[in-house]
């Protein structure tokens, strides 16, 4: 059964900090790992990855793939009270392109 | 664009009651999919579709339906209302991978529906 798995699911820090989300995956026909981000609505893209070892930055955030352990990292730095939000990752089948998501990430960022 | 758009964003439904969930996107994607969420939870794909006419089941499709007649429309059909489908309701549409450019999933605004 496929399955991804994020940690930790709640986490609360002050405004400045680093924060590191995990992300382990088991996909048949893996094609590619998401990260969205999710405030009061519907979730809006972040990131795509396909290769291992590649980073992909916007801005504070960074994030990295490793296809041999399964697993993926989304990193905020110097975060900011609007980074508050639901972080979802997602695993992607090959074919129909269909997301398989972790349950979620609840990022608190106190002033 | 409008993008994705979803009707209703609210229902209430009684038990055995029946409706359909509308979703229109005007970006020419080929695929559109249904999920539902749980609180506290991530994302369940409820039933997804490859094309105008293809349709198929996701993780959780048992309660629903859903029919494709044109590459705008994914409408997504409850039958039987029951507590269990208290949930929101997200649809989502992509191009093909194969058609080249990102294909990563871009999100309606969802349907909040509870089942009394």
């Known amino acids: 059964e496929d399955k991804v798995v994020q940690s930790p699911l709640s986490l609360v820090v002050h405004e400045g900090d680093t924060v590191t989300l995990n992300c382990s995956y088991e996909?048949?026909?893996?094609?590619?790992l998401l990260w969205y981000k999710q405030e009061k609505k519907a979730p809006t893209f972040l990131f795509m990855l396909?290769?291992?070892?590649i980073e992909k930055k916007s801005g504070r955030l960074s994030s990295i793939l490793d296809k041999k352990e399964l697993f993926s990292i989304l990193n905020i730095t110097a975060t900011q009270t609007g980074d508050s939000a639901v972080y979802l990752c997602?695993?992607?089948?090959?074919?129909?392109?269909?997301?398989?998501f972790g349950q979620g990430t609840r990022l608190t960022i106190n002033p | 664009n409008a993008g994705v758009t979803q009707t209703p964003k609210f229902r209430i439904l009684k038990i055995g009651q029946s409706m359909t969930l509308q979703c229109a996107q005007d970006?020419?994607?080929?695929?559109m999919y249904w999920y539902r969420q749980d609180p506290g939870m991530g994302l369940k794909l409820i039933y997804y579709?490859?094309?105008?006419?293809?349709?198929d089941k996701g993780e959780v499709p048992n309660g629903y339906n859903v029919s494709r007649s044109t590459t705008e429309d994914f409408p997504l059909r409850l039958e039987l209302a029951a507590p269990s489908q208290t949930s929101v309701y997200f649809c989502?549409?992509?191009?093909?991978?194969?058609?080249?450019?990102?294909?990563?999933?871009?999100f309606g605004p969802g349907t909040r529906l509870t089942v009394l």
């Open positions: 996909v048949t026909n893996f094609r590619s």
């Open positions: 989502a549409s992509s191009y093909s991978f194969l058609a080249g450019g990102n294909n990563e999933q871009f």
């Open positions: 970006m020419n994607h080929n695929y």
């Open positions: 997602a695993g992607e089948i090959q074919g129909a392109q269909k997301l398989v």
């Open positions: 396909t290769s291992s070892g």
């Open positions: 579709s490859v094309g105008a006419g293809i349709t």
